[in-house]
């Protein structure tokens, strides 16, 4: 969608929601806001219950919200079901959009190229490689490199210094930000016998879904000999790894600076909290949900709710002594276990003493 | 500043830093290095307490020290308070930079730009945006993609490949390293009721204050609604990555690979360790100090040292069962707990049943 | 190494290994495999012995296996010591790389440069600073920027979208993926009085030796006095973060995602697992192995294999129960040792008192 303007009547956006408007249809609105920052022109909504009280001092032009928080306040509300997800559909005609779409006379294009002529923008700088694909409503800024024999789907948008190695195929409807690598090839070597390594050379590459987002600065990397595969809905936060022949299954979203090693499958519809790392060669299954800084060593074939680590600071003075006992909590096990037997034996011992002597 | 020659009198130096030379005057310096490796024509200087052995037999042709180091060894001295920060302003001197600036006809400048005409440097393959300002002295390295609307102030440097989304607006006399990505879209999704998500627009931008450095290949989101914000003073190493609407404050110091999630406030002269990761939605005091490798899930109200983590190596079996143990610490404690109860009753029970039997 | 072809005879393939053959010596091999779904125009290998079990049904058109391996199974053997060593080398065959090498006129070359004319490919809107020397046989791809005085040695590939600063010396034979940045300032400053930041201007490099690899996003700090030095057959994987003055030694392979802190010293023939992080100022000796995710606080002087850490998830319920208890492991620990010395005390003095009174 292309917005020329960002002004728009309560009636237009609440048929946009196709949701109930209670308060003046005419009332414009040109932007929004948070329920306690909102002004006259702005629209806010309420999501999070700790945000209700705000209701009543809101100088918002319309609130979304649901049914069960109306009340009789003075403004304008449009009643949905889900007020956090009107309100990401509602971001959509605010966004500012180029309105044409050309492609310069600076970009590189290889041979035999197949690029759609159809509302597709490719900015200067931009080099692409040959055999190349690119369908309708492809959005290309600039300095982004595409390698040989590349595939780009409708309706994808490559941010600037994006940097597609060959081979790779992303899906309808994307959004690459700047900075990531896709395609780059995956970590494998095998040790000679003097101790240096032979490169073993990637043959896969990556394959991307339908309305994938991926965050800036994000690597994925090439299969080794398969591919690496990012399924549709898939979202990627920024400066996340992911290793070769990795699958990460449709709807799963990551948050940013998580890693995901070589050859393991992420199921669908989980969610991996940031700065989480997952090892090699395992398995998550669907609905998982890993919370943040988590390090995962096995596989986890149960859905649920999974944490590791030791997060939640205390004074350094403290921390300090900690991990000294952490480093010997083995040790501590084993002390505790001598004492329980120590005290069961000794209670028994004691008692039968005691009660020969009483 | 711009250095023809990176050659100075011991007299020009000192006479830089507003200091006492003890020495010759006359001594040509040529560079800086430790004071354990440093030649005659360079100069060193002595910080840390415990490279004041080396001053007996230092090559240097100079040392910066502090009054209460100096002694009767034969080479020139700086003298200083804090010989550091000297060292530190002395390091400017010797940097070799451009000397002239041009605007290449290689870079794409877009419409109603304001670029100043003051000594501004912009390379070859740079594309700049629509109604784009760029202050006197800002140099713009290779292959730098400005987007619409950005405003970049004196004397700021963006080294090549940088990123910069619509509506960036960067302080004067930053520096920004190659890779970075200012801008890219935070990262918000609200759920659709069949599992996939939908996109909330990020609005916001992102304003970066006077003085702030940003390490290669960091990246800073846009706000959701609100602008992200990083005060002046800031130093952002490496690979940081800070989420949607986060506030940095004044002389915050941040070291890489850290990672702060989106609304996250934090104050003025903290100072975060690396590989630190702080969450969503909190906020962090003036003058706290976090060390690195810590995971701060909650606010922190007071300035202090603060520490998280199970850092510190162990050969690997040992640390395998601390693992198992770690995984089980509630139970332990539980049983230990348990233990304590068990000794109380029973010395209690036992010494007055002994007392009887006394 | 150009291939034309991909498609090789077994014949050729064992001569190119100097390995032996059983089997038809014709048969055409198009690619590379897993052992469980290779075709008759793949190669597969037995490597992980868990393997084993598919040599009886593979259609695989020849395996590359250990003579210990060997059975009398029907498809075409390559017998070789270490199939897994062998396999990294067939992978070098089939590799699509590009033909010719030319030196686009879209890209920008500084003054006196030196670019070897003998098959250097140079992309289009590479920018080349000046005073570069370029030796025989490197690739560069589109949109790469190099700095002056840097020395780029025989046979490397820079892929698109890497940021080399002023004086980088690399060596032969290396390979360096999209979106590394090497030579870009080491975080360093010193505070002044008002709480502020003066900047150490960074005035060492880097030098990367032959045979490195540089996985994507990885960044590389040049020294501040002294040069950061990465030596020969270093492979360091993606998003990986190595500090100022940190010297890597000789055949060291480093996993993504890693962190070294300044000025610290990693030995030979080390592995360093993903996700870990090295403290600054610090020494690892040769053959070192580190686990991934571990922090490595101090200085390991013994080969050994080293980890840290409280990884391996646990359901939510559980982990949040043990980071309270981690938060106070050293006074479970103190009150362990107190409950160690009742119980000794208790034992003691108690079967005196029992001693006494039977």
């Known amino acids: 969608m292309i917005n020329i303007k960002t002004e728009y009547s309560l009636k237009f956006l609440s048929e946009y929601l196709d949701a109930k408007l209670i308060g003046n249809a005419n009332t414009i609105i040109k932007g929004i806001a948070p329920i306690d920052s909102a002004n006259e022109s702005q629209l806010s909504f309420i999501h999070n219950p700790k945000y209700i009280k705000h209701l009543k001092e809101t100088r918002a032009g319309a609130v979304l919200l649901n049914q069960k928080h109306i009340d009789s306040f003075a403004t304008n509300y449009i009643v949905v079901e889900d007020p956090y997800l009107a309100y990401a559909r509602l971001t959509n005609l ?185 090892a090699g060669h395992i398995s998550i299954c669907d609905n998982s949900m890993i919370t943040g800084g988590s390090g995962v060593a096995s596989s986890i074939n149960e859905p649920g709710v999974y944490s590791s680590g030791a997060s939640g600071v205390v004074p350094n003075s403290i921390w300090r002594k900690n991990v000294v006992r952490y480093k010997s909590l083995d040790q501590m096990f084993k002390r505790l276990k001598k004492l329980e037997t120590q005290m069961e034996k000794f209670t028994t011992t004691d008692n039968k003493e005691l009660e020969n002597v009483l």
Request: proline content about 1%.
């Open 94 to 278: 605010f966004v500012v959009k180029k309105t044409e779409a050309t492609i310069s006379d600076r970009a590189v294009i290889g041979k035999n190229c197949k690029i759609s002529n159809l509302n597709v923008d490719i900015a200067p700088n931009v080099v692409i490689g040959d055999n190349v694909t690119i369908e309708d409503n492809v959005v290309i800024n600039a300095s982004v490199v595409i390698g040989n024999n590349a595939y780009i789907k409708s309706g994808t948008v490559l941010n600037s210094n994006v940097s597609i190695y060959n081979n790779v195929q992303i899906g309808c409807n994307c959004i690459i930000h700047s900075g990531v690598v896709i395609g780059a090839d995956g970590f494998g070597f095998a040790k000679r016998k003097d101790g240096s390594w032979s490169k073993i050379h990637q043959l896969g590459t990556v394959r991307i879904g339908d309305d994938v987002e991926i965050g800036a600065n994000t690597t994925i990397d090439c299969g080794a000999l398969n591919d690496t595969i990012i399924a549709d809905g898939v979202k990627l936060d920024n400066q996340i790894q992911i290793g070769h022949n990795v699958e990460i299954g449709k709807n799963t979203i990551m948050a940013g600076c998580s890693a995901v090693a070589g050859s393991t499958k992420i199921g669908a519809n989980c969610a991996i909290g940031g700065f989480s790392v997952i």
